[in-house]
């Protein structure tokens, strides 16, 4: 029968995750039968699954670093063509300096444990499919220039620049390695920086959005404008208002220089499930080709909530430095655009302004957002 007569079937490892979540209403809204895989938790972590009530949606309870739950979970739930999705992983890079062991047993090990479940059950002889959600990251220092244009494709060597990356690499050689070796129908989705109001709120965009929601409702409650915050507070990392006992934090971040291609979530689950959906497995980056400093993403935000000058509501702090950075991230998604007609929908202007919506619940008075 051919396959895409049939009902189909995925299993989502990493559901919770912005990415896992996005993917899963994807599936669903593409009739799948879906099991997210959600890692035991002593608090809630499944808010971003909770508007979910769609009774082809399963929650099951397992661990990528623990290689029995994943044989469980892939006996009980994975039939003949399901597809496989890997999103599981210690995705912050920062934390992976600090927690190096962790973020390789889960991040790089986890994904070898799920390729070699697949070989142990024979799944790979049942034309099971299966994603590996590598990362932009592996690149590090490494570029190519094309037409005098600064790029990253699939043709550009790693030079990863934190255990996060290295993890990621190992995990990438071994979907090559299981493909080669075993057959095995995996796909990589080599996925520039994306980002949602779903996203994690310690990474940089959304640190971003949160405080300035934040500081703007603090704003509106005290019937305060920007234009009342004190110039006297540049030294401080507090924000005060002129004329009165009020004060806020500032928003406290690191490196401001280095360059992110960012995309939308929403537009990047797309491409994962478009590369299962290919006779042969391969890898592909995917971007949006345009790249933009942190410094640029701060302009953007604060701009749509009537902001100019920012630099005397942050404070640059040692704290969010990196022991190595990724300084340049601009990505080539040709192959994407040539082999599974996919390219962004979302652009940078919408990305922020989609993020700051969310965000930001009072707009000061004299702010025109769609000016
Ligand atoms: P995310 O929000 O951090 O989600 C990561 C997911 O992995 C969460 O569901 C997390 O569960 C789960 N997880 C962590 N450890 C686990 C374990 N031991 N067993 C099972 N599940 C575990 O990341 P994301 O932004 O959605 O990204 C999805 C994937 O794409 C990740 O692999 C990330 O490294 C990769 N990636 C992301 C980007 C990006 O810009 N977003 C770019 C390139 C690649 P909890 O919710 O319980 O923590
Ligand atoms: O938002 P970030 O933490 O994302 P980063 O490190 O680029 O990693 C993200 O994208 C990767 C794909 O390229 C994924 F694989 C990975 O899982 C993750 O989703 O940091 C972006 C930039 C960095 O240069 C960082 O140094 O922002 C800079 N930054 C400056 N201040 C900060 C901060 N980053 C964070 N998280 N917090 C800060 O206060």
Redesign the pocket.
């Known amino acids: 029968m051919d396959r895409n007569c049939k009902s189909k079937n995925a299993i989502v490892?990493?559901?919770?995750?912005?990415?896992?979540?996005?993917l899963i209403d994807l599936l669903l809204a593409k009739n799948y039968k879906v099991v997210g895989?959600?890692?035991r938790?002593s608090t809630d972590?499944?808010q971003?699954l909770s508007h979910i009530n769609n009774l082809s949606f399963k929650i099951v309870e397992?661990?990528?670093?623990?290689y029995s739950s994943i044989i469980s979970i892939l006996s009980a739930h994975a039939q003949d063509d399901t597809e496989i999705y890997?999103?599981?992983?210690?995705?912050?890079v920062a934390v992976s300096f600090k927690q190096p062991g962790l973020t390789w047993?889960?991040?790089a090990k986890?994904c070898l444990n799920l390729l070699q479940a697949i070989i142990d059950l024979g799944l790979h002889k049942k034309n099971v499919r299966f994603y590996q959600?590598?990362?932009?990251?592996m690149f590090g220092k490494n570029y190519d220039t094309i037409n005098g244009e600064k790029v990253q494709n699939e043709n550009t060597k790693f030079m990863p620049q934190s255990p996060?990356a290295i993890a990621?690499c190992a995990a990438h050689e071994a979907v090559r390695l299981y493909r080669e070796a075993y057959g095995v129908h995996a796909s990589a989705?080599?996925?520039?920086?994306?980002?949602s109001e779903?996203?994690?709120e310690n990474?940089v965009t959304r640190k971003i959005t949160k405080w300035i929601g934040e500081f703007t409702t603090w704003l509106y409650e005290r019937n305060l404008d920007p234009k009342h915050i004190s110039n006297s507070c540049k030294n401080s990392d507090l924000i005060y208002v002129s004329g009165s006992q009020y004060s806020f934090p500032k928003l406290r971040l690191g490196n401001l220089e280095a360059f992110r291609d960012?995309?939308c979530?929403g537009d990047?689950v797309e491409a994962m499930w478009l590369m299962l959906q290919q006779e042969s497995p391969d890898d592909y980056v995917i971007c949006t080709g345009k790249t933009h400093t942190i410094r640029q993403f701060l302009d953007a935000a604060f701009k749509l909530v009537g902001i100019k000058e920012w630099d005397h509501l942050v404070v640059i702090d040692p704290e969010f430095y990196r022991p190595a950075e990724v300084e340049y991230l601009r990505g080539d998604y040709s192959k994407a655009k040539e082999k599974l007609g996919w390219s962004p929908k979302t652009s940078f202007e919408e990305l922020v302004n989609f993020m700051i919506s969310h965000d930001v619940k009072h707009f000061p008075d004299n702010v025109n957002r769609y000016e």
Do not use: C, P
């Not at 397992?62 to 623990?66: C, N, R, V």
């Open positions: 490892f990493g559901a919770t995750g912005q990415d896992g979540s996005y895989v959600v890692r938790s972590n499944r971003r397992g661990d990528i670093t623990d890997n999103l599981a992983a210690q995705s912050h047993d889960v991040t986890g959600a590598s990362s932009s990251e996060y990621k989705g080599i996925l520039f920086n994306h980002e779903r996203r994690g990474f960012w995309g979530s990047y």
